[in-house]
């Protein structure tokens, strides 16, 4: 008790003092002189002019000053913005500095800093000059590691805590948009002059959202030295990034690669000078990426998605901006490219690497290809290698020097079949690549080998097999410094569906909505400019023998002799013997223009025949009224409906096609030719003409697709041989004369029975020298029943409808010499007539006729029609 009352009271009046001694010092911190006094300390432990807030200090349970709102100015030299600026910062004191009088900083710690790091126009950094600088004793020794015990620091500043920080960067007056935000870690001096770093941050870039940067993790020792930091050691670790945020970064824009980046780095500078390699002022480094999961940021990723390691060793000299790789090395699962390289650090786009080594694999090539483009066929698969050197360099890329080699290798394709690729070999001279003589041996028709091996399981002797000499050469020249290239393929092929499978293994089908198998040959040339923009293709192909598929047709096109050319781009195609729609064709289709759509085209057609009949069996409205709907979207690769006239609309052609024979129906067209156009959807038929029944037709048509199917047809004929017209064989016995007229017709809908239907129109016709055989309608209305005879006029006209599939006669017209009669009536496309002839005799001059007028009318079947005689008018005998 004696005890505690003693020490008791002590330990009041030592609280008690402390409790003065808080309040004292709050109030003196606060003064002026002592806000100078502080502000001095911190200038001097910064060796920079410093602002401050308000300061606030505290004695238990360390003595730690606050300060408010600091910022750290920056050395003119480097500009006039701020080198380091916090919310709030608080700093440790030493406690043998109290005691001996003097106020040292010991541990200082920012509270959401924000430091600048500026490089300016002499190569220099603000941050070379700002840590307290080593002695001279010991500016060169070998860097301590981190158990050795902390030395006396000049400045007495020990350490520099970091929380929630941010660095911007500056090179000169320009701000970039690269930053690090979320700086956590510390700066610690373990030695006169050495520090100790343990930092964490976040990569970021302005106005560019990002996913996943991952963390940078730098650990390592640096000098405070004037000596730009020297000596150091620095050891950086990145990892969980994404291969999409790095691209982001480094560029601002999505490249359209994903993946995963890890990255392992370490540089030293001044760390062992007396090495036979070492050079003063240079940082020695060495960097290991690891790039896994790489895929086209529209595609899933695959278990055989590529991945890369590339590690790279050299020394970067800071004085001329200038890396030397040593040691370049790219490593893929199977293959590797090793080599030196150099780097102008001041310009990203110069650059240079030669890779002494190179070995690729052909499966690491097809898993990148496979990465990048969809639809590639689980089945391929590439067995080859490649070797020699490479040398290139700067952006855009340019190839320097080098060689390659590529060994005999396979390409397995979907249906187990396999394509042989001969050795080849390359060269690169003056940016210039040189890949000639590529030989691949396709493999026979997948399809003509099943067929052979059924014929042969049966007894009976198998077709021919596909000879050995299917095969494509190919070469290559790329000029890397004018950008311009091209490519060349000479083709041999005894059958072509070899070529199809490839190019649909690979993700790129070329016959969409049509199957082409049979031979072609000839040599195609593709050369193009910068970028691969404005490709022009030239060369020929001749196709025999040939085989054309075509959705929407019910039977293919046989090509015998055909020729594809191709002009700058432009296409055109000559047509020496190809069967379709039932008649030989000859003739051109050519592009009309380079610079026009490519969809613009001219032809000139010949058909030895058309048939009617024949159409609508290739094409089939009749009872497949849907077939334009069938056919688009099938070319269009699009099960909408509603844009299944899109082929249509975006074809644009005009020329000339004749034919020896154009039957339709009953009506034969001999010598037919016409002008026809088809421009968004319209079909304009100009000038036709033709022979039909002994005389001539002339006129055109216009056919509207959409909506729905509109034809309006018009025309004149001459000199026609009324004998010749299409009636039922007995009927047209009856009938001679010449006939003249116009004819104007439309209709709409699609199939014939549609069409029929709905056709409506009219015209005009003049007739001379008619005979009409079979009964003398003069002696058959004077008789009062029909007599056995011939009716003859010397001329007449009138005009007739078309109406409910029927031609309707109104006031037609015949004069003879002595009489007129009128003809009325109704003939309906099946050939059921229902005329009437009422003959109305020309009273000779002076005189006045009276007798009771009659007419002959014709009903039923035109064949063996009804025929009778009634008094004019009378519903009598009227069907």
Known sequence: ???????????????????????????????????????????????????????????????????????????????????????????????????????????????????????????????????????????????????????????????????????????????????????????????????????????????????????????????????????????????????????????????????????????????????????????????????????????????????????????????????????????????????????????????????????????????????????????????????????????????????IEGSAGTLRLPGHSVARLQPFHGSIRNGKIELDRFYMDLPPDALAESFNEKA????????????????????????????????????????????????????????????????????????????????????????????????????????????????????NATLSKVDAFGALWSGTISQAQRDDSDNNWRFQLHADHLDATDLDHWIGPRSRPNWLQRLLPSLLEDTNPARASELLRRVSAEGELTTDLLTIEKIKLAKAHATVALHALHLDVRGAEAQWAGGTIRGGMQLVFSPHPIYEVHGDFANINMAQLPWSPRWSERWSGVANGTIHLTTNGVGRAELLKQLAGGGEVKVSKVEFRGWDIELSTQSGGPSAGASRWTSGAGEFRLVDQQVRLDDFRLDAPHQRTQLAGTISFGMDGNLTFTPKPRPAAGTRTISEARELRVTGQLENPAVDVAPAGSEQARP
Do not use: C
């Open 1 to 403: 008790m004696i005890r505690l009352r003693k020490y008791g009271g002590i330990v009041v009046v030592i609280v008690l003092l402390i409790l003065v001694a808080q309040a004292g010092v709050s109030l003196l911190v606060r003064t002026h002189r002592m806000r100078g006094y502080l502000i001095a300390h911190l200038e001097s432990a910064f060796g920079r002019p410093v602002q401050a807030g308000q300061f606030s200090l505290q004695i238990l349970p360390m003595p730690e000053l606050k300060v408010e709102a600091v910022t750290i100015g920056e050395d003119p030299s480097f500009g006039s913005e701020y080198f380091l600026r916090a919310d709030e910062m608080t700093a440790g004191f030493r406690w043998f500095g109290l005691l001996r009088g003097h106020l040292e900083f010991g541990t200082m710690s920012f509270s959401h800093p924000s430091l600048i790091l500026v490089r300016n126009a002499a190569g220099r950094w603000n941050l070379e000059d700002w840590l307290p600088p080593a002695k001279p004793a010991v500016a060169h020794t070998s860097m301590p590691p981190p158990s050795q015990s902390r030395a006396e620091s000049t400045y007495h500043l020990q350490k520099i805590d970091f929380d929630e920080g941010r660095i911007n960067f500056k090179v000169g007056e320009d701000k970039r948009p690269f930053a690090f935000t979320d700086v956590s870690g510390s700066v610690e001096q373990v030695s006169p002059g050495r520090w100790q770093l343990q930092l964490e941050a976040q990569p970021w870039r302005s106005g560019v959202p990002l996913q996943s940067t991952g963390t940078v993790q730098v650990e390592g020792y640096v000098a405070g030295t004037s000596a730009r930091l020297q000596p150091a050691q620095i050891r950086v670790h990145w990892e969980k990034v994404s291969v999409a945020d790095v691209f982001r970064l480094i560029t601002g824009n999505d490249s359209g690669v994903r993946g995963h980046l890890a990255v392992d780095g370490n540089a030293s500078i001044g760390m062992d000078e007396t090495a036979p390699d070492a050079v003063a002022g240079a940082w020695r480094f060495g960097l290991r990426a690891r790039a896994t999961n790489i895929h086209r940021w529209d595609l899933t990723e695959r278990d055989d998605n590529p991945r890369v390691n590339v590690n790279l060793k050299g020394v970067w000299e800071l004085a001329t901006d200038k890396a030397r790789v040593e040691e370049v090395r790219v490593e893929l699962p199977k293959s590797n490219l090793a080599g030196a390289g150099t780097l102008r650090t001041s310009s990203s786009g110069d650059w240079k690497v030669n890779f002494e080594n190179v070995a690729v694999q052909g499966e690491d090539l097809l898993a990148w290809y496979r990465a990048f483009q969809p639809d590639i066929s689980e089945q391929v698969a590439l067995t080859e290698s490649l070797s020699g050197t490479l040398a290139a360099s700067g952006w855009p890329l340019r190839w320097e020097t080098g060689a």
């Open 456 to 571: 042969g399981k049966g007894g009976t002797k198998p077709h021919a097999s596909v000879p050995a000499d299917n095969f494509i050469e190919a070469a290559l020249s790329q000029d890397s410094t004018t950008r311009l290239g091209n490519l060349r393929l000479n083709l041999h092929l005894t059958q072509a569906t070899p070529v199809f499978q490839l190019t649909a293994a690979f993700g790129h089908p070329l016959n969409k909505g049509w199957e082409y198998s049979g031979a072609a040959s000839g040599s195609l040339t593709w050369n193009w400019a910068v970028g691969g923009k404005d490709v022009r293709r030239n060369g020929s192909l001749e196709l025999t023998k040939a085989r054309l598929q075509v959705a929407g047709l019910n039977e293919p096109l046989m090509l015998d002799d055909a020729r594809l050319e191709w002009k700058d781009g432009a296409r």
